[in-house]
């Protein structure tokens, strides 16, 4: 059971958009710590895809965007492509915790 | 460039310790954290712990508490995750992460290649 909340997939056809939500409460997300999102490809590393809620690193198109409102995130994907298959995971701090946590991961499907 | 280049794979028995270590380059160690992940086959990330190259201060997650130790050398900006007392569900892809430093909710911008560790009697 992990503390921050994802669905589990989501898909979509190419040239969509899809939003993946990451819920939290008050003792993360809520509390103003930041939630950040990163894009996992089958049997590689996780690359950071979004930093500080809704901050891209460089190199990092601009379909991709992040939103925080109360205790949840969101990602949004614009312009689906096949290369965009993958897990996704939100991350943030919890102070009842005293460390990082992380979502439980949602496997997009590009139909 | 800035990479974390992690040690090789590992096969343990249960009970026993394994020791990983993430070598840093390309960027000025000390200013930076570092964290360490895991990933049970088929599963989530899981946060296991963060240590400040700086100061050497340790935050770990709570579920590990007793059994994980991080460590540090500076001399050759190297990080190290030593977790004991093994159990099969111990296997898992264990990576480092480079972070902010902080402490707190500092996003994780540098990943090492990942290291496979196995434990079956």
């Known amino acids: 059971q992990s503390v921050l909340t994802q669905p589990p997939s989501v898909s979509g056809a190419p040239g969509q958009r899809v939003t993946i939500s990451c819920t939290g409460s008050g003792s993360n997300i809520g509390a103003r710590y930041d939630v950040h999102w990163y894009q996992q490809l089958p049997g590689t590393a996780p690359k950071l895809l979004i930093y500080?809620?809704?901050n891209r690193p460089s190199g990092v198109p601009d379909r991709f965007s992040g939103s925080k409102s109360g205790t949840s995130a969101s990602l949004a994907i614009t312009g689906l492509q096949a290369e965009d298959e993958a897990d996704y995971y939100c991350?943030?701090?919890?102070?009842?915790?005293?460390?990082?946590?992380f979502g439980g991961g949602t496997k997009l499907t590009v139909l | 460039q800035v990479q974390l280049v992690q040690s090789g794979a590992e096969v343990k028995k249960p009970g026993a310790s394994v020791k990983v270590s993430c070598k840093a380059s390309g960027y000025t160690f000390t200013t930076y954290g570092i964290s360490w992940v895991r990933q049970a086959p088929g599963q989530g990330l899981e946060w296991m712990g963060w240590?400040?190259?700086?100061?050497?201060?340790?935050k770990y997650a709570q579920k590990l508490q007793g059994r994980v130790t991080m460590t540090t050398d500076t001399s050759t900006s190297t990080a190290y995750m030593e977790l004991r007392s093994l159990r099969s569900d111990d296997t898992a892809v264990y990576y480092c992460?480079?972070?902010?430093?902080?402490?707190?909710?500092?996003?994780?911008?540098?990943w090492g290649q990942g290291t496979m560790v196995t434990v079956s009697s």
């Open positions: 500080g809620n809704n």
């Open positions: 992460a480079r972070d902010g430093g902080s402490g707190y909710d500092d996003s994780f911008d540098i």
């Open positions: 240590i400040s190259a700086y100061i050497g201060n340790t």
């Open positions: 991350q943030s701090y919890d102070s009842s915790l005293s460390g990082s946590v």
